[in-house]
């Protein structure tokens, strides 16, 4: 299986903060990477796709980047509604595998 | 817009089988898309459990090949999981989920999730 591997586990950020995760994939797994936004009692919700395309609907304040082997999500502005968890996925091998989640808190 | 929601029984006994079914709104299951399950849980953070497309074509996890069973039922615009012999290590949220992809011989992230459904191991 592919492993992916996620940091920082827990970030303390502020509102207004820019903060980065990032995520790094056993082997190759090309630009195949999604990042999603878990919240409590919620479905999860898609924000990045194909390493760095923003799903519909996501402000524009989430991007991502990377490509091989690591990669990366960026909040530039952290807002209120951003306080959540955030795993990344890899779809190029079976089977799918995701991080192990990077729960964002406030400072 | 399409929204996918489980459900099933909440406890289920060791040993026993786990079954859940997602039912597609605002959308037909149709010919289209892969339909899939994932689940999280404390121990194993969140895990893919498999796939199937409309026409019947299905993937597993491996490690959870030899007990699970997803199917779908067009008709009900449903699809379905059962997951055989299980233990606590089952406990979990279940969620079921969507490929944004809409062809059979590729893939894309899972665009569409339900709100999940906590299932409890015990006796």
């Known amino acids: 299986d592919v492993q992916m591997t996620q940091s920082p586990s827990t970030l303390s950020a502020s509102v207004g903060d820019r903060v980065t995760i990032t995520c790094r994939a056993s082997q190759s797994i090309s630009s195949w990477l999604a990042w999603y936004q878990l919240k409590p009692g919620k479905a999860p919700k898609l924000l990045i796709y194909k390493a760095s395309n923003l799903e519909s609907g996501v402000p524009s304040r989430f991007s991502g980047s990377g490509s091989g082997t690591e990669f990366t999500l960026t909040v530039s502005s952290l807002q209120p509604d951003d306080f959540a968890t955030y795993y990344c996925q890899q779809y190029k091998t079976y089977p799918w595998t995701f991080g192990q989640g990077t729960k964002v808190e406030i400072k | 817009q399409v929204q996918l929601q489980e459900s099933g029984p909440g406890l289920v006994k060791p040993s026993g089988t786990l079954s859940l079914t997602c039912t597609v709104s605002g959308g037909s299951i149709g010919n289209s898309h892969w339909w899939g399950w994932v689940r999280q849980s404390p121990e194993k953070g969140l895990e893919w459990i498999g796939e199937?497309?409309?026409?019947?074509?299905?993937n597993y996890n491996p490690s959870l090949k030899s007990r699970v069973t997803i199917s779908v039922d067009k008709s009900k615009n449903q699809f379905s999981l059962k997951l055989s012999s299980v233990t606590a290590a089952d406990t979990a949220i279940y969620y079921c989920a969507r490929d944004k992809f809409s062809g059979l011989y590729a893939h894309d992230a899972f665009d569409i999730w339900g709100q999940g459904t906590m299932v409890t191991v015990s006796s």
């Open positions: 199937i497309y409309p026409s019947g074509t299905i």
